[in-house]
């Protein structure tokens, strides 16, 4: 009888909970996740998530990366993309054509952005006119508290920054829907349609201009309240960038406060815990490249977004400085692609399939492709690279496991790793399993956040 048991431990593969596997991350977890929930309530957009973490690198001895400049190695620079991107990377011993290590997280969530023009008056309500970015339920997003985050420049050149809806005694704002007694027609619409497009507006305001009777007193008390706080008129909307989110700050969950609740999740989450590594990292063999990515929630589009060239570029800038063969540095770099991926919802298993599943509390997850029907528009990492990342966790004794997003045809989604790939540059997802992904507020836990933050100190120090 033992001898079959020992057999079946011997070829089968199970994963366990971390607490049984590795007790000793309990109280480090704890730890790691009280820093990572000030980030996450501090950088609710990427051009916020872009200065605290150019903050962070300065404090760790990071300068602006200069591509006239030489650099040695242990030397640490940061590039930042247009204020909404950016490439931390410290320089390693070996000149780049050995390969970089690239760890690439993007730093945008899903969330409403406001139109060209958003202020409107209806019935002496005022009201922002909104437009969704990335994949939302939009019913999600009645109801609850908002906040609206944003810049602004203004005629004369100068910007200004608006951050409302945070600190306890700021105000916040809100979507209305429809009272259940009166929902018959509304309860008819299709989940998608529950809040249409054109019904996320955002209250602003309910008061007239004092005392003036002029057409539309409430939309112009808007605008006073703007002229003075910022300076800014009804045009300046033209040349802002100001995006609604979720109000509060991430909180505990649980009253074993095992997991993370909070908004924006995917993907800060493997910013957070890649950045650590990234900063952490002391002399290197190989340049470690770690990217903060925008626009990966629309498919990596523009400037900002990995479909761009910036990544590449930067490996050729440093190629160049070293004289060494910039295509040789692609062909020989790796990269994590640090995302996301949907942890198995008991309440909701039939979406998923439970073999291929990635659970909470069972580690970092590694993912050999993502994308939809027919695996259409993935990065399918290669049986050789699924080795060496495999063969490189089990020797760090870093918890981790697989997961495959939802059940076959049931939806789907792609990374960053197939626009990384391209480059000519092998590549595998890897990130925490979130439940309840791209909702006003996800779920992590802090177990799996500290293994992913290992598994990036893995990697990016190998
Ligand atoms: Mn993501
Ligand atoms: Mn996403």
């Known amino acids: 009888m033992k001898d079959v048991k020992d057999l079946q431990k011997k070829l089968t593969f199970e994963i366990e909970h971390i607490a049984n596997k590795k007790p000793d991350?309990?109280?480090?977890?704890?730890?790691?996740?009280e820093e990572y929930k000030n980030f996450l309530s501090v950088c609710k957009t990427e051009r916020e998530a872009v200065s605290t973490i150019i903050e962070m690198a300065k404090a760790n001895g990071y300068t602006e990366y200069c591509s006239e400049k030489k650099y040695k190695a242990g030397d640490k620079v940061y590039l930042n993309n247009r204020n909404r991107a950016l490439i931390l990377s410290t320089i390693g011993t070996l000149t780049v054509d050995n390969g970089?290590?690239?760890?690439?997280?993007?730093?945008?969530?899903?969330?409403?952005?406001?139109?060209?023009?958003?202020?409107?008056?209806?019935?002496?309500?005022?009201?922002?006119?909104?437009?969704?970015?990335?994949?939302?339920?939009?019913?999600?997003?009645g109801v609850t508290p908002l906040a609206i985050h944003g810049i602004v420049y203004k005629e004369d050149?100068?910007?200004?920054?608006?951050?409302?809806?945070?600190?306890?005694?700021?105000?916040?704002?809100c979507i209305s829907d429809l009272l259940p007694h009166l929902a018959k027609d509304q309860r008819e619409r299709k989940m998608a349609d529950v809040l249409k497009g054109e019904e996320m507006n955002v209250i602003v305001g309910s008061l007239p201009y004092e005392g003036e009777n002029v057409k539309e007193a409430v939309k112009l008390a808007t605008l006073v309240y703007l002229n003075e706080k910022y300076g800014m008129t009804e045009k300046d909307f033209l040349r802002a960038e100001i995006e609604v989110v979720p109000s509060g700050r991430a909180r505990d969950i649980g009253f074993d406060r095992s997991l993370v609740g909070g908004y924006g999740q995917d993907d800060r989450v493997c910013a957070y815990t890649s950045l650590v590594a990234e900063l952490e990292t002391k002399n290197p063999t190989k340049t470690t490249i770690t990217i903060f990515a925008d626009k990966e929630e629309i498919g990596s589009t523009g400037a900002t977004g990995l479909q761009a060239d910036y990544m590449k570029n930067f490996i050729c800038n440093l190629a160049m400085m070293q004289n060494v063969n910039m295509f040789t540095a692609l062909q020989n770099s790796t990269c994590l692609s640090a995302d996301v991926g949907a942890a198995y919802d008991p309440t909701f298993g039939d979406a998923y399939e439970p073999n291929n599943s990635c659970y909470v509390n069972k580690g970092a997850i590694l993912t050999k492709y993502t994308g939809s029907a027919g695996k259409g528009g993935t990065n399918d990492c290669g049986a050789e690279f699924m080795a060496e990342i495999i063969g490189l966790l089990d020797s760090k004794n870093v918890c981790w496991q697989t997961g495959e997003l939802g059940k076959v045809d049931q939806g789907g989604?792609?990374?960053?790793?197939?626009?990384?790939?391209?480059?000519?540059?092998t590549t595998v997802d890897l990130g925490v399993p979130i439940i309840s992904m791209h909702s006003p507020f996800e779920l992590a836990s802090k177990l799996d956040i500290y293994s992913t933050y290992e598994a990036f100190s893995a990697f990016l120090n190998r």
């Open 100 to 141: 970089t290590r690239i760890a690439a997280s993007h730093i945008d969530s899903p969330r409403l952005d406001l139109k060209p023009n958003p202020l409107y008056e209806k019935n002496e309500i005022s009201y922002f006119k909104t437009h969704y970015y990335g994949g939302v339920k939009r019913y999600q997003w």
């Open 413 to 425: 989604g792609g990374t960053v790793a197939r626009f990384i790939a391209e480059c000519d540059i």
């Open 157 to 173: 050149g100068s910007f200004v920054e608006i951050n409302v809806g945070e600190d306890e005694n700021d105000p916040v704002f």
């Open 25 to 33: 991350i309990m109280e480090k977890s704890q730890e790691f996740c």
